[in-house]
């Protein structure tokens, strides 16, 4: 349920087209959905301005089908999270709309694609930028969650600091952002890099990818914690949905 459904829904009851029971039992299940095993925040979109996101990961298949499946009932688009392949099939089987991106291991239901008319672009935009080609996956994450919530995003990739000439190329594009993701494994030194070069907000992503001292991006997650650049904020090691959705807010 969404700021729009019930807003549709009161205008429904005022020009008499539903019964006041009918909308009643319309909106019984908020604030929350009870599934024994997850309560269902359907309250949350009125809350956030997004529905809730759904982290598939540790959850048995069959739960996170009947949990997307539950969300679908109550909102238009859903996102959700970590969702591996074959749970991903199993979702699509079970709830229409469906697109499902492998390398972001995200999957959205859009229950309104397609009816409704694109937006012109906005010039106001959200920037993701990675070091390397092994953080496509949590960069694509970003990229995608900021995308889904409604921001123009940019991308551009591999160009971390072994390079800094690649970075350079991208500049008048990175100048024109106006917010940044930008996501880093090993030394994690990117993001300092993008920082000292730009007026607008970074949004700092360690990632996982590494080997050695690099402790599964530990390292990488000190180092942007501990940047000279002002205006940087880090988000948690492999976190690129939080830095998509963060980036969406400071965008919007």
Same mark, same amino acid.
């Given at each position: 349920?969404?700021?729009?459904?019930?807003?549709?829904?009161? %205008?429904?009851?005022?020009?008499?087209?539903?019964?006041?029971?009918?909308?009643?039992?319309?909106?019984?299940?908020?604030? &929350?959905?009870?599934?024994? &095993?997850?309560?269902?925040?359907?309250?949350?979109?009125?809350?956030?301005?997004?529905?809730?996101?759904?982290?598939?990961?540790?959850?048995?298949?069959?739960?996170? !089908?009947?949990?997307?499946?539950?969300?679908?009932?109550?909102?238009?688009?859903?996102?959700?999270?970590?969702?591996?392949?074959?749970?991903? %099939?199993?979702? =699509?089987?079970?709830?229409?709309?469906?697109? &499902?991106?492998?390398? =972001?291991?995200?999957? *959205?239901?859009?229950?309104?694609?397609?009816?409704?008319?694109?937006?012109?672009?906005?010039?106001? &935009?959200?920037?993701?930028?990675?070091?390397?080609?092994?953080?496509?996956?949590?960069?694509?994450?970003?990229?995608?969650?900021?995308?889904?919530?409604?921001?123009? !995003?940019?991308?551009?990739? #591999?160009?971390? !600091?072994?390079?800094?000439?690649?970075?350079?190329?991208?500049?008048?594009?990175?100048?024109?952002?106006?917010?940044? !993701?930008?996501?880093? /494994?090993?030394?994690?030194?990117?993001?300092?890099?993008?920082?000292?070069?730009?007026?607008?907000?970074?949004?700092?992503?360690?990632?996982? *990818?590494?080997?050695?001292?690099?402790?599964?991006?530990?390292?990488?997650?000190?180092?942007?914690?501990?940047?000279?650049?002002? /205006?940087?904020?880090?988000?948690?090691? #492999?976190?690129?949905? /939080?830095?998509?959705?963060?980036?969406?807010?400071?965008?919007?």
């Amino acid at each position: 349920m969404d700021n729009k459904r019930i807003k549709t829904l009161l %205008e429904k009851v005022k020009s008499g087209k539903v019964p006041v029971d009918e909308a009643l039992n319309s909106l019984r299940t908020l604030p &929350y959905d009870e599934l024994g &095993y997850a309560k269902l925040d359907v309250h949350r979109g009125i809350r956030t301005g997004f529905p809730e996101v759904v982290f598939c990961q540790g959850k048995t298949c069959e739960q996170s !089908v009947e949990i997307v499946k539950r969300l679908a009932g109550h909102h238009s688009k859903v996102l959700a999270t970590r969702v591996a392949p074959d749970v991903a %099939e199993r979702i =699509a089987e079970a709830v229409k709309g469906c697109t &499902y991106h492998s390398q =972001a291991r995200i999957l *959205i239901v859009d229950r309104q694609r397609g009816k409704t008319k694109k937006a012109a672009p906005d010039k106001k &935009y959200v920037m993701v930028l990675c070091a390397g080609t092994a953080d496509l996956p949590v960069a694509e994450e970003a990229a995608i969650t900021a995308e889904v919530m409604g921001s123009r !995003v940019e991308r551009s990739y #591999d160009v971390g !600091v072994a390079g800094l000439h690649r970075l350079l190329d991208q500049r008048d594009r990175i100048m024109q952002a106006n917010v940044l !993701v930008v996501v880093a /494994g090993m030394e994690g030194a990117l993001p300092s890099v993008v920082g000292g070069m730009v007026s607008c907000p970074v949004i700092a992503v360690p990632t996982s *990818i590494g080997y050695g001292a690099s402790f599964g991006g530990l390292a990488a997650l000190l180092a942007m914690l501990n940047s000279c650049a002002a /205006g940087v904020a880090v988000m948690n090691i #492999d976190n690129g949905f /939080g830095a998509g959705y963060f980036a969406h807010i400071v965008n919007r």
